[in-house]
């Protein structure tokens, strides 16, 4: 912790609100050996951090949020990223664009205007009545059995994955949460390349791609190779990705994407658009974790990125850079640039 004058600051501060794990102390570590004094901000701190950046005591230069659930009233950890960018702090991910990009029924119709695949969706709204019934059309198009998930859901959290479209399983779906809105959506059937499911998780980490196979029926990841790369064409997960970030301009965030053929020919299709707050737990943690490599090099990304902000030396990047397994790289042209982040008088 640095003071100016009656003031605390930090120039790194994480919400975290589960145990110590691989990822947050490879945080605190490269935040240290960096210079950068680190806070960790706990539910039972966090009205404490609230009150001190509202009566101007404490800046924070910039906060990676893990725990901010902005569609909740009355959010703590919500209220206390935008008191950091309110007093000039930098937020991963910014409030705002969230606020907006973790609701699944906006980005449905946001990724179908820029020619993004998804599956076939019925949007149901939070004021339709609890006998809300399908069309014959809707539910041909549909099939059975379909998934149903709330828009501002997180973590499997109040999905159902194998509806058959009865109106008590809707029902009984929206009593999961009454004041949001619900999608139902085509399952998705993934094809088989080499033995693997062709389902991906793939992160946007800044200004760099990774894309993993990722089980949907039993997670684990697995870093793509670049033999992998080019022999499946799996350029498209990169363009939809980058194309997610140019239209939510989030700098940290994964989503799904899988490979079926429901049409007679591949088509790649986005499932689970914007996860903002990545999971990060390691593979030597838990056999379903992330590798413990991505772990590494996203937590020395953000320490890295955040030494940037506050030298006033982070530009916009002019290119992205896929990482591959086993070391491989590769550059893609025509992504765009990668979204710049909100850089205030820190």
């Known amino acids: 912790m640095k003071t100016r004058k009656d003031i ?25 050996r960096k210079g950068l004094s680190f806070s960790w901000i706990t539910y039972d701190k966090a009205m404490e951090v609230i009150k001190d950046l509202e009566s101007n005591r404490l800046r924070i230069r910039v906060l990676l949020d893990t725990e901010a ?13 935008y008191d950091v960018k309110d007093t000039g702090g930098v937020v991963i991910n910014d409030p705002d664009r969230t606020r907006m990009s973790v609701d699944k029924t906006v980005m449905y119709y946001e990724l179908s205007d820029v020619g993004i ?47 058959k479209g009865t109106i008590r399983e809707i029902a009984e779906a929206r009593d999961f949460d009454p004041g949001d809105n619900f999608l139902l959506q085509e ?4 094809v088989e390349l080499a033995g693997k499911r062709a389902w991906f998780r793939v992160f946007h980490v ?19 190779t670049g033999a992998e790369f080019e022999r499946y064409k799996l350029t498209p997960l990169v363009r939809m990705i980058t194309t997610i970030a140019q239209m939510t301009r989030m700098s940290w965030f994964s989503t799904e994407i899988a490979i079926d053929k ?36 996203t937590a020395y990304s953000m320490a890295h990125a955040a030494k940037l902000i506050i030298a006033r030396k982070l530009k916009t990047p002019r290119k ?19 979204p710049q982040l909100l850089l205030r008088d820190i």
């Not at 600051?9 to 240290?32: G, H, I, N």
């Not at 399952?187 to 993934?190: A, R």
């Not at 996860?275 to 991505?294: F, L, Y």
């Not at 992205?320 to 990668?338: F, N, S």
């Open 206 to 224: 800044f200004d760099k791609i990774i894309p993993c196979w990722w089980d949907d029926r039993y997670s684990g990841y697995q870093q793509v």
């Open 69 to 81: 659930t902005y569609d909740v009233p009355g959010d703590l950890y919500a209220r206390l990223c």
């Open 320 to 338: 992205y850079t896929i990482l591959l397994d086993k070391g491989g790289r590769r550059g893609l042209r025509g992504l765009g640039y990668a």
């Open 8 to 32: 605390k600051e930090y120039d790194f501060a994480l919400t975290w609100d589960k145990d110590p794990c691989f990822f947050t102390t490879t945080l605190a570590d490269v935040c240290r």
């Open 117 to 163: 695949t998804t599956p076939y969706t019925v949007i149901v709204r939070n004021w339709e009545p609890s006998r809300f019934k399908l069309s014959e059309d809707e539910k041909s198009k549909l099939g059975v059995p379909f998934i149903i998930k709330p828009g501002c859901g997180w973590g499997h959290r109040g999905v159902v994955y194998n509806a």
């Open 187 to 190: 399952k998705i059937e993934p």
């Open 262 to 297: 429901r049409f007679g020919k591949p088509r790649f299709v986005s499932i689970d658009h914007v996860n903002d707050q990545c999971d990060m737990e390691a593979r030597s943690e838990s056999k379903d974790g992330v590798p413990d490599h991505i772990v590494k090099f």
